[in-house]
């Protein structure tokens, strides 16, 4: 069964590097989608990506986040200096939707982000 | 604004005992889907269902039932004969029309579940 996978699992990082979080979709998925959960909180929608562009993003998603798509199967989620605050779990998703569907959304596993 | 309140916070049952989540939603869109996920203590969230606006009857997989009131806005979740394995946290999500299929989901607090074996 195609599933979203991530990498790394676990990422420990000190505070004010730059972190790439990868992403591969399941391969015939339109949209994709990062979501963050701070230890012991809700999941949290950060970003939204469609046709090479951002769909929409929210107010967490601030000028330190950037997110690409740099071939046909990775999806990127770049912090560009880290804070303690960004320690958290790092969702990646997609969904098929090419008609206005609601296509679930299929989650990876995640990557565990620590900023020290 | 959407807003998904999921106000139990914690619940503990011994096996083999009937629970059920509970989820209230708010949206002012007419169009919406509403979904249950599955969190292990693996980490992973597991897609258990999706229902969309339209369709209030209730569904029923196995040990599972949902329980969908559009008069109350609740679209809660039911496991009968509980398990060790049905321990994790469940969250319940929304989505709505907006984009024409790129919709954000909006996550509640979730509810941990802990079976008492």
């Known amino acids: 069964e195609p599933e979203v996978t991530q990498t790394p699992s676990h990422q420990v990082t000190q505070m004010g590097q730059e972190v790439i979080l990868r992403c591969v979709p399941i391969s015939n998925h339109l949209y994709f989608y990062w979501y963050r959960q701070i230890l012991g909180q809700k999941v949290e929608f950060l970003v939204s990506f469609y046709n090479n562009e951002i769909s929409e993003k929210s107010e967490i998603f601030d000028d330190q986040f950037s997110v690409e798509r740099p071939d046909g199967s990775n999806f990127t989620l770049k912090i560009r200096s880290t804070k303690l605050e960004d320690s958290a779990m790092y969702f990646c998703?997609?969904?098929?939707?090419?008609?206005?569907?609601?296509?679930?959304?299929?989650f990876g596993p995640g990557t565990r982000l620590t900023v020290l | 604004a959407q807003k998904v309140t999921q106000a139990q916070t914690e619940i503990s049952v011994v096996e083999k005992e009937d629970v059920t989540l509970d989820c209230v939603y708010e949206?002012?869109?007419?169009?919406?889907?509403l979904f249950w996920y599955k969190q292990p203590p693996s980490g992973e969230l597991v897609f258990l269902i999706r229902r969309n606006s339209f369709d209030e009857q209730n569904e029923i997989s196995g040990r599972y039932s949902w329980n969908f009131q559009k008069s109350t806005s609740s679209f809660n979740f039911t496991i009968t004969a509980s398990q060790v394995v049905d321990s994790a946290v469940y969250f319940c999500?929304?989505?709505?029309?907006?984009?024409?299929?790129?919709?954000?989901?909006?996550f509640g607090t979730g509810t941990r579940l802990t079976i008492i074996p």
């Open positions: 949206t002012r869109d007419t169009t919406y889907y």
């Open positions: 999500a929304l989505n709505s029309l907006r984009n024409f299929g790129n919709e954000k989901l909006t």
């Open positions: 998703a997609s969904s098929h939707t090419t008609s206005g569907g609601f296509d679930e959304q299929f």
